[in-house]
């Protein structure tokens, strides 16, 4: 698989967004995924605000949440079936405003594909909006699939055999949150300017109508549901850098 990152000028708001790619791309080769970054999807469509105010963000944010939970450093919140910090406002690279998430990223990434594959004469094209988010326990950010169209999102083990004969009972892979990490490693996170990406000879299976819930679970069914609503963190006075993990019988009220 090989990824390629577009260095471009910077997006505008309320900019044609389709004008902008035809600039930098003048031919897409054949089952190719096009990534685009959430924030210049979000700008074309002017979901912006005035950043007024710290109170008004946090409203913000729980309007355009399904859930929202203040923790020490940002509002934790389920968006789209997904968790996701701040329900996915942003302010940075955004010259004092707020960027909001596109209004329906699958939408976004259909038409997305349906005119660049007109223009471009192409059978089989893949289309990614990404973002970013955290994963639990872990440091520094990775990429997030938005929306995608054009492709299979998931690909499903259960009911196959390893290579001893093992069959596979609940594993699955996540190809299109893959894509979206890979590609977003590639693009940057600061000034590199680089809103869009190619990705060629990725290993999926094309298809011209996507289950835009194919990756979502229910969070009763999380694998990590046992974990956080029993957990509680203890941390050594020896050594602060060191977290250890009580898991007790006791239920989060939160």
Not at 108 to 119: D, E, F, G, I, P
Not at 211 to 222: A, Q, V
């Amino acid at each position: 698989m090989r990824i390629k990152a577009i260095k471009t000028r910077i997006f505008r708001e309320n900019e044609d967004l389709f004008s902008f790619i035809f600039k930098y791309f003048k031919k897409i080769p054949e089952k190719s995924i096009l990534v685009v970054t959430s924030k210049v999807v979000a700008l074309s469509e002017g979901r912006t605000r005035e950043l007024k105010s710290k109170k008004d963000k946090i409203k913000l944010i729980k309007e355009e949440s399904d859930f929202a939970l203040k923790t020490k450093q940002v509002w934790l919140t389920i968006k789209d079936g997904m968790v996701i910090a701040n329900a996915g406002i942003d302010e940075s690279n955004a010259k004092g405003k707020l960027i909001l998430l596109p209004k329906n990223s699958f939408q976004s990434a259909a038409m997305l594909r349906k005119k660049l594959m007109q223009n471009f004469r192409l059978k089989n094209l893949g289309v990614l909006l990404t973002d970013s988010r955290l994963m639990p326990l872990r440091a520094g950010v990775v990429g997030v699939a938005l929306g995608y169209a054009g492709f299979q999102g998931i690909k499903n083990y259960m009911d196959q055999k390893d290579i001893f004969g093992r069959v596979f009972k609940i594993s699955k892979t996540d190809i299109a949150d893959g894509l979206a990490t890979a590609a977003v490693l590639c693009m940057g996170e600061g000034e590199e300017r680089q809103p869009l990406a190619l990705i060629t000879q990725a290993p999926v299976v094309f298809q011209s109508r996507v289950n835009r819930r194919e990756l979502i679970i229910d969070p009763k069914e999380d694998i990590y549901a046992p974990l956080f609503s029993n957990l509680k963190v203890i941390k050594s006075k020896k050594d602060l850098s060191r977290t250890k993990f009580l898991i007790t019988g006791h239920k989060d009220k939160h």
